[in-house]
Every structure is written in structure tokens, then in C-alpha cells.
């Protein structure tokens, strides 16, 4: 079985702290994404990263930046928190083919 | 107008009932097309892709309409472990960018 992890599933942080999300997956996939999901608005992709080393922005990547050093570790980062970060943060992964992406747990961030 | 959408219900029916779900995208260009479902506090999971010929699972059935750009989902024979959120998804490129649907929620009572 495919398994994602995540460092936290709930987090608290005060606004302008700098946030670390921490996202493995154990199947060697090379294709790794960071999400949000907000109530009405659906998920939507922060970064995503093909390979080490590599990233690209989504639909919303203003406030993150991402960081891949390692194929199975993805992480987000947000510079200077603010509340409207306050969301559920999903990491997901894929192998090149098929197209399932299979999601961690999620991580519940509050910004107060 | 939003890239995908979807009805987000909630669509209430009883044990047994069959219930259909649409979902229109506006990317003409599309290529994959995904149905997740994705449980109350859960993260989502891949139901089922949905292809040019339709295609069945059990007692789902996901079709695709080019012409008109929409997705169905129908869910026969309804269980009450089937009460959940699905979610309509689009690959516009192939890329694995995917788009997400705000996503349907079903709630199937006794």
C-alpha cells in the first residue's frame, strides 16, 4: 500500500511565524503535490515538484515556497504566516502512470 | 466561471435509492477525468477514472460527454457507507495538475 504521511494533523501558529508542512511518501513516486482545501472552494494546488530539486508553482502559490531535497520528502513552507493560511493542507504523490494521486492525511493549520 | 463545477447538494436519499451526480468542466482540451471520494475528515481517495467509453465499477457507473463537456457519476443500489463527498477532477494536460471540483455531498440515510 501506497502510504503518505504528514508531519502534523493539527497545528496552531501565531501570525507571522515561519511554518514548516512535512510530507513523505514510502513509493518512490517522483511526482509530489501540496494542496489547500477551504470550504466552497474545493482543493487547490499550491506547488507541485516532478522530480529532486525541482518545483513549479500552482494556481495559488503566493505566501509558500517548497523545498525538495529528497525524492520522498516535500515541503511546504510559509514565510510569514498569515490568517488567511488558516486552512487543511493536503500533500499528495503520484508515479509517472497511472494518474491516481494518493493523499496523506492531511494537516489542520490555524493562524491566529 | 469555475473550471469545474459541481452541485454541491447535499443530495439526501434512501438506502437502495439511485442517485446521479454532473459535473461540468470548461477546459475543452481535457484529457483524464477522475471521480475521488473523499469521507468526513479524510483525505481523498481515487474512486474511479472515467473514460471516453464509460466505464463500471460495481455499482458505479462514471460516463463522459465531450460534446457537452460534463462528467456523471450514478451510484445504484445506494448503501449507507456510500455517504460521503465526491469529488469531480480534471487533468487538463495530462500533467497531474489536477483541477478540482468543490464536490457533491451524498448523505444516504436508512
Known amino acids: 500500500d501506497v502510504k503518505v504521511t504528514q508531519s502534523s494533523r493539527y497545528l496552531v501558529k501565531r501570525t507571522g511565524e515561519k511554518v514548516f508542512l512535512e510530507c513523505v511518501q514510502d513509493m518512490d513516486h517522483e511526482n509530489m503535490f501540496w494542496y489547500r482545501q477551504d470550504p466552497g472552494l474545493g482543493l487547490r494546488l499550491i506547488y507541485f515538484s516532478y522530480d529532486v530539486k525541482m518545483k513549479e508553482k500552482g494556481d495559488i502559490p503566493e505566501g509558500y515556497s517548497v523545498s525538495r531535497e529528497k525524492k520522498e520528502r516535500f515541503s511546504l513552507i510559509l514565510e510569514s504566516a498569515s490568517t488567511n493560511q488558516t486552512s487543511m493542507y493536503l500533500c499528495a504523490s503520484r508515479d509517472g502512470s497511472p494518474y491516481e494521486q494518493y493523499f496523506g492525511p492531511g494537516t489542520r493549520l490555524t493562524v491566529t | 466561471r469555475k473550471e469545474v463545477e459541481q452541485d454541491p447538494g447535499p443530495f439526501n436519499v434512501p438506502e437502495g435509492a439511485t442517485v446521479a451526480f454532473n459535473c461540468t468542466y470548461s477546459?475543452?482540451?481535457?484529457?483524464?477525468f477522475f471521480w475521488y471520494r473523499q469521507d468526513c475528515r479524510k483525505e481523498p481517495k481515487l474512486l474511479m477514472s472515467v473514460y471516453s467509453s464509460g466505464n463500471e465499477d460495481g455499482r458505479f457507473t462514471a460516463q463522459l460527454n465531450r460534446a457537452s463537456q460534463y462528467i456523471s457519476l450514478l451510484i445504484r443500489d445506494s448503501k449507507l457507507s456510500d455517504s460521503a463527498t465526491y469529488l469531480c477532477?480534471?487533468?487538463?494536460?495530462?500533467?497531474?495538475?489536477?483541477?478540482f471540483g468543490q464536490g457533491t455531498t451524498l448523505q444516504v440515510k436508512p
Open positions: 477546459n475543452s482540451a481535457s484529457q483524464s
Open positions: 477532477v480534471v487533468d487538463p494536460g495530462n500533467t497531474g495538475k489536477l483541477i
